[in-house]
């Protein structure tokens, strides 16, 4: 037998214990496939259950110690060997033989004496229908791996899109260093101690907390356009600078919203972006900007950046003050507990206060030369 023919063609397991009706399938079938036989039970599972197992199997019922019924329930509990097309060739006729066998998963049924056109046409039938199969789940697995992978894309697209946009911002503020990337990782902490509080367990699901991670870094893109006579002031802004400067929020909600529109549909994480631009500088009390937005009217994605942006004011360097210390800060975000800032994002944030102090030492801003 040529090698590469061997290679190439179907393997047929023949189940018989009976070495006459081995010979006859056997030579049936040897033309147009590889055949290989079992005597028994135990033997043909040996076989299927091997690193090589045969793409269809000719399986008798009536055999000693392990019958045909068995054989078949063992290799459908198989995950290697479960989608393997098995046709009962038998001698047992009843319906109700019939029925059992199908009924175990066999494919089909050939009542012995064998009519060798109709063996052949089944078989040929069975594997061509197992061909197909076995391509639908090779496709349906590429085409699994192909959407994870695009998928994978798309998100890191979006991720360096986010941190250029964010990085164009900071670039023109350059007393902020590493603040995006340490804010960013003030909130993952804030919304991973939230996620069970039955004020926000509603909202913060796995997926809303990647995004809102993920469009924290925008919170700031309105400054963009803000001019550079006041956003590099060295100094505190007066009453006009700081109406001026208090535009930032709008201007970044309206760049993404621009950047949205050129889409052509709604993305929900930048919904969430424009919700922490436009609001992350509103106060629990109402008095902050840009609406005055009061409590539970204030986006949650907003109130927690509010929380998260204030305390890394307080431990950052400006041109205009020195940065204060971790305990210091916490004091003041304790003692804006429902003024400025929602009170249970406030417990939560002193609760993880280790954490935060973590994360700010992590991501510290170099010292200045």
């Known amino acids: 037998m040529n090698t590469l023919d061997s290679i190439a063609k179907p393997t047929i397991l023949v189940v018989d214990d009976t070495p006459d009706n081995l010979t006859l399938v056997s030579s049936l079938l040897r033309k147009d496939y590889r055949v290989k036989v079992a005597i028994n039970g135990e033997k043909a599972l040996k076989i299927a259950f091997s690193e090589t197992p045969p793409d269809l199997i000719l399986l008798d019922v009536m055999m000693p110690v392990m019958d045909g019924y068995e054989v078949c329930r063992q290799l459908r509990a198989n995950s290697r060997t479960a989608r393997i097309p098995i046709i009962f060739l038998t001698a047992k006729s009843e319906v109700e033989d019939e029925r059992k066998g199908l009924s175990l998963g066999a494919c089909d049924y050939i009542i012995k004496p064998i009519s060798p056109p109709i063996l052949e046409a089944r078989v040929k039938t069975h594997l061509a229908a197992k061909a197909y199969a076995d391509f639908l789940t090779d496709k349906a697995a590429y085409l699994e791996s192909e959407v994870a992978r695009r998928t994978h894309e798309v998100t890191a697209i979006q991720d360096v899109t986010i941190q250029a946009m964010a990085s164009l911002a900071e670039t023109r503020d350059s007393d902020t260093g590493n603040h995006i990337r340490r804010t960013q990782f003030y909130i993952k902490a804030l919304t991973s101690k939230l996620k069970n509080h039955p004020h926000f367990s509603a909202y913060l699901s796995d997926s809303v907390m990647e995004m809102i991670f993920k469009s924290a870094p925008l919170h700031d893109i309105g400054k963009v356009g803000i001019p550079d006579r006041i956003l590099l002031k060295p100094g505190r802004f007066d009453v006009a600078e700081f109406e001026i400067m208090k535009t930032h929020t709008t201007l970044g909600r309206d760049a993404i919203q621009a950047a949205e529109n050129s889409l052509g549909l709604e993305v ?13 500088q509103e106060k629990w009390d109402g008095s902050g900007y840009p609406e005055g937005l009061k409590g539970e009217a204030i986006p949650i994605s907003a109130r927690l950046m509010a929380v998260a ?24 975000i304790g003692e804006g507990k429902g003024s400025h800032f929602d009170p249970y994002m406030v417990d939560a944030f002193l609760a993880i206060q280790d954490e935060i102090k973590a994360i700010a030492i992590r991501y510290a801003d170099p010292d200045p030369i």
């Open 268 to 280: 929900n994480f930048l919904s969430i972006a424009k919700e922490i631009a436009y609001g992350h």
């Open 309 to 332: 942006d204030v305390y890394d004011a307080l431990i950052s360097r400006r041109v205009y003050k020195d940065p204060m210390s971790h305990e210091k800060a916490i004091t003041l």
